[in-house]
T-cell receptor
Framework: DAKTTQPTSMDCAEGRAANLPCNHS???????VYWYRQIHSQGPQYIIH???NNETNEMASLIITEDRKSSTLILPHATLRDTAVYYC???????????????FGDGTTLTVKP | DTAVSQTPKYLVTQMGNDKSIKCEQN?????MYWYKQDSKKFLKIMFS???????INETVPNRFSPKSPDKAHLNLHINSLELGDSAVYFC???????????????FGPGTRLTVL
């Protein structure tokens, strides 16, 4: 899997947008960018994923640069319950023999403050 | 309804003991996984089963033996527990391993294992 680098921690004011960056400069053409988060003492939770195009769902938006070497997860209106560790991982295409072998990195601890 | 459940939630045991952690998913998924999260919060895949068949076996001591009696269950048995086995173990499942364009994993709540 391509390695990812994320800032260790970030703060965000409640109600504001939280923008979490991720660098994945060694990503290859068939690898997807996935975002998960882990709220304290719970299992990781899927947020969103993408390949090339920007994606949006009910939880967040994912902006992937044109060269695919970095991405940004956007939580449009952060709430206190969004305080968690956010993991950006790069995973091979499901058709790749390495599919599923994703290891989560250190992640970014996002703290949403009132 | 709990999608992915694990038992027990906490497990405290002595070095050298043998213990098992159970995982069940009611999502109808074909693939299940075991992850280990150490004290540094690094989450690393250990095993994956697809339709009861082992497909991923990362570099894990052979004291760890997964067993999948059916595709809804993936249990983890650990022999001769060591101090370094202390961690949180997460089970996860996904719909399809190779066919879908997504491989969204759903995680269980975790089992905190403490070896004394």
């Amino acid at each position: 899997d391509a390695k990812t680098t994320q800032p260790t921690s970030m703060d965000c004011a409640e109600g504001r947008a939280a923008n979490l960056p991720c660098n994945h400069s060694t990503i290859s053409g068939n690898e997807y960018v996935y975002w998960y988060r882990q709220i304290h003492s719970q299992g990781p939770q899927y947020i969103i994923h993408g390949l090339k195009n920007n994606e949006t769902n009910e939880m967040a938006s994912l902006i992937i640069t044109e060269d695919r070497k970095s991405s940004t997860l956007i939580l449009p209106h952060a709430t206190l319950r969004d305080t968690a560790v956010y993991y950006c991982i790069v995973r091979p295409s499901p058709y790749n023999t390495n599919a599923g072998k994703s290891t989560f990195g250190d992640g970014t601890t996002l703290t949403v403050k009132p | 309804d709990t999608a992915v459940s694990q038992t027990p939630k906490y497990l405290v045991t002595q070095m050298g003991n043998d213990k098992s952690i159970k995982c069940e998913q009611n999502l109808g998924h074909d693939t299940m996984y075991w992850y280990k999260q150490d004290s540094k919060k690094f989450l690393k895949i250990m095993f994956s089963y697809n339709n009861k068949e082992l497909i991923i076996n990362e570099t894990v001591p052979n004291r760890f033996s997964p067993k999948s009696p059916d595709k809804a269950h993936l249990n983890l048995h650990i022999n001769s527990l060591e101090l370094g086995d202390s961690a949180v173990y997460f089970c996860a499942s996904s719909q399809d391993f190779t066919g879908a364009s997504t491989d969204t994993q759903y995680f269980g709540p975790g089992t905190r294992l403490t070896v004394l």
